[in-house]
T-cell receptor, first 114, second 114 residues
Framework: AQSVTQLDSQVPVFEEAPVELRCNYSSSVSVYLFWYVQYPNQGLQLLLKYLSGSTLVESINGFEAEFNKSQTSFHLRKPSVHISDTAEYFCAVIDYNQGGKLIFGQGTELSVKP | DAGITQSPRHKVTETGTPVTLRCHQTENHRYMYWYRQDPGHGLRLIHYSYGVKDTDKGEVSDGYSVSRSKTEDFLLTLESATSSQTSVYFC?????????????FGNGTRLTVT
């Protein structure tokens, strides 16, 4: 079965600093990868996804993630974070061995300080 | 937000009592999911539905049952609540399967079993 590992449970950074949230997945023939964001007291929202094509995918609010097949990674990056980026971020992968279900990582709590 | 309403938003119940959580959608989406969110575990799939009266188990289905008698409603029942079922429960919907359509999440139900 597919699995997802988010290597950092908490990432504190200062405003305007760059950030990288790390995600590794177990290998599979076909991989569809996602990043979701959860703001306090809300449900999850899709941030970006990789299905095929360019290995670099971008979101509308400045985040980007790069699919790296050789390293089985899908790290999320932003060159300059804002206070409003404070949230929990979840990496997810589709597991076709489990009927195409979405499997989530443990989450990374990003805390942006002024 | 996609039209997803979870009820109740908060519930405190005693061990051994039955509990039903409701997810209602106004999007006419085919797929509906129940996840639980726990610190250090991310989101884990409990049950999902791919149509009216069509449901299947997720990775943590023990102690839970579901029903979907109408497209718009997906009920999660804890037949006899236990303290280990204290969690935040999220309902999600999608239109065409997760790889082509993102999951849209409700705002969650916080359940405490004492």
């Amino acid at each position: 079965a597919q699995s997802v590992t988010q290597l950092d449970s908490q990432v504190p950074v200062f405003e305007e600093a760059p950030v990288e949230l790390r995600c590794n997945y177990s290998s599979s023939v076909s991989v569809y990868l996602f990043w979701y964001v959860q703001y306090p007291n809300q449900g999850l929202q899709l941030l970006l996804k990789y299905l095929s094509g360019s290995t670099l995918v971008e979101s509308i609010n400045g985040f980007e993630a790069e699919f790296n097949k050789s390293q089985t990674s899908f790290h999320l990056r932003k060159p300059s974070v804002h206070i409003s980026d404070t949230a929990e971020y979840f990496c997810a992968v589709i597991d076709y061995n489990q009927g195409g279900k979405l499997i989530f990582g443990q989450g990374t709590e990003l805390s942006v300080k002024p | 937000d996609a039209g997803i309403t979870q009820s109740p938003r908060h519930k405190v119940t005693e061990t051994g009592t039955p509990v039903t959580l409701r997810c209602h959608q106004t999007e006419n989406h085919r797929y509906m999911y129940w996840y639980r969110q726990d610190p250090g575990h991310g989101l884990r799939l409990i049950h999902y539905s791919y149509g009216v009266k069509d449901t299947d188990k997720g990775e943590v289905s023990d102690g839970y049952s579901v029903s979907r008698s109408k497209t718009e409603d997906f009920l999660l029942t804890l037949e006899s609540a236990t303290s280990s079922q204290t969690s935040v429960y999220f309902c999600a919907i999608s239109d065409a399967g997760v790889n082509n359509s993102p999951l849209h999440f409700g705002n969650g139900t916080r359940l405490t079993v004492t």
